[in-house]
C-alpha cells in the first residue's frame, strides 16, 4: 500500500464568532484569555457564545483524551479518529489521523482507514476500530461481541472505559465541528 | 452515590463496573458538569428547560436508548409540558416555527450528522435562533449523543 500523508486542514465557522472585544466576562473566562489576547482560534471563539457548555466539555474532553494510565494514548485517537470518520468529521479525522501516526511514529493504521482497507488492521486496532465505528452509529450497533473482541487483545475494563469515553466524546466534538463550520485545506 | 450516568447505565454501587468507573473521577464529575451545562443551564440563552427535555426524549428514542427515553420521559412530565412540547418531544414534525426546525435539524445530527451542510445552520437563523441560541441547541444535540454511546457502552461492558 502507498503511505497516505494528510496534511492539516483549516476550520472555517458558518456563524460569526464571539469578537473579543464584545466577550463578556464569562466568555472571557470560559476562553481563559484577557481582552488583549490577540490569537484565540475561530473554534473557541465560536463556542464561546455558549460560555457555560465550552467550559464543562473542554474539562471532560481534555481529561478524556489527556489524562495519565490507563488506556494507551494512540489507542484513544484511534477511537477519535474512527468516530469522527462515521460522523463525518473530516477536520476531526485529519487532526486525530495525524496525532496516531505522531504518537506511533507510524502511518499504518492511518493509511489503512483512508484507503479503506481496515481489513489489513492488526487485531488490536482492528477491534478498537471496529467498536468505534459501530458505537458511532445512530442508534448503536455495538454488541457484546464488540466487548469480547477488546478483552480478547488484552484489554481491562479500566481500558475500554477509557476507549469508550474517547469514542463517545467525539460523538460530541464531531456534532459541534462538522455542524457548525467546514474544513478547507490548509496553506 | 448514583449519578445520573450510573441510572442510564443501570449501574449500582454494589457492580465492579460502578467503582471502575470511579478510577476515573474526572469522567465522573465531567459529564455531571456537562450534563448541568446543557439541561439545567444557568443562563439557558433562550432554550427553555422543558424545551431541552423535550429535546433529549426525542434523541433518546432516536438513538434507542430505553432507559434515558424513560429518564428524560419523566423529568420532562414534571415540568408539566404544552402540547407544542409533547409533540416535539414524541418526535412528531408537523410543529409551530422555530419547533419544526429545531426538530427537523436535531433528528438530522443525531441520525446522519454526516450530512450536515452550511445550510443547515442558516435554516436555523431563519426561523430566528441567534448565534448562542445555535451553539447551545449544537451542544445539547452532541452531549445527548455523547451520553448515550457512554450508557450503551457501560451496560455491554457490564453485561459482557
Known amino acids: ?187 | 452515590m448514583i449519578d445520573a450516568m450510573d441510572k442510564a447505565a443501570g449501574l449500582s454501587p454494589d457492580d465492579a463496573l460502578f467503582k471502575a468507573r470511579r478510577f476515573r473521577p474526572e469522567f465522573v464529575n465531567g459529564a455531571e458538569e456537562c450534563r448541568l451545562s446543557v439541561l439545567r443551564p444557568a443562563n439557558d440563552q433562550g432554550l427553555s428547560a422543558d424545551l431541552r427535555l423535550a429535546l433529549a426524549y426525542r434523541m433518546a428514542v432516536l438513538n434507542a436508548d430505553v432507559a434515558l427515553t424513560e429518564e428524560y420521559g419523566s423529568q420532562l412530565a414534571r415540568l408539566g409540558p404544552t402540547g407544542q412540547l409533547s409533540a416535539l418531544a414524541q418526535g412528531k414534525t408537523d410543529l409551530d416555527e422555530p419547533l419544526a426546525t429545531i426538530a427537523r435539524h436535531v433528528d438530522l445530527i443525531t441520525l446522519t450528522p454526516d450530512k450536515a451542510e452550511a445550510r443547515h445552520i442558516a435554516l436555523l437563523a431563519e426561523a430566528g435562533l441567534n448565534n448562542p441560541r445555535i451553539v447551545a441547541l449544537s451542544e445539547l444535540i452532541a452531549f445527548v449523543n455523547f451520553q448515550t454511546r457512554i450508557a450503551t457502552g457501560l451496560r455491554l461492558l457490564r453485561s459482557a
Open chain 1, 1 to 187: 500500500m502507498p503511505s497516505v500523508r494528510l496534511k492539516p486542514l483549516n476550520w472555517h465557522p458558518y456563524i460569526a464568532p464571539v469578537e473579543l472585544s464584545e466577550a463578556t466576562p464569562e466568555q472571557l473566562d470560559a476562553m481563559k484569555v484577557t481582552p488583549s489576547a490577540k490569537k484565540v482560534s475561530d473554534y473557541v471563539r465560536t463556542l464561546a457564545h455558549d460560555p457555560e457548555s465550552y467550559l464543562a466539555r473542554t474539562i471532560l474532553f481534555n481529561a478524556i483524551m489527556y489524562v495519565e494510565d490507563g488506556l494507551a494514548r494512540p489507542d484513544r485517537e484511534l477511537g477519535a479518529l474512527g468516530a469522527s470518520m462515521v460522523n463525518g468529521c473530516k477536520f476531526c479525522a485529519v487532526v486525530h489521523a495525524r496525532r496516531h501516526a505522531e504518537l506511533t511514529k507510524n502511518n499504518d493504521v492511518v493509511t489503512a482507514l483512508y484507503l479503506d482497507r481496515p481489513e489489513t488492521l492488526g487485531p488490536r486496532d482492528a477491534a478498537i476500530h471496529s467498536f468505534a465505528r459501530r458505537l458511532s452509529v445512530t442508534p448503536s450497533e455495538a454488541t457484546a461481541d464488540d466487548i469480547a473482541a477488546l478483552r480478547s487483545v488484552g484489554m481491562n475494563d479500566i481500558e475500554i472505559i477509557d476507549l469508550i469515553h474517547a469514542i463517545s466524546i467525539f460523538g460530541w466534538a464531531n456534532r459541534l465541528m462538522h455542524v457548525l463550520g467546514h474544513a478547507e485545506p490548509g496553506k
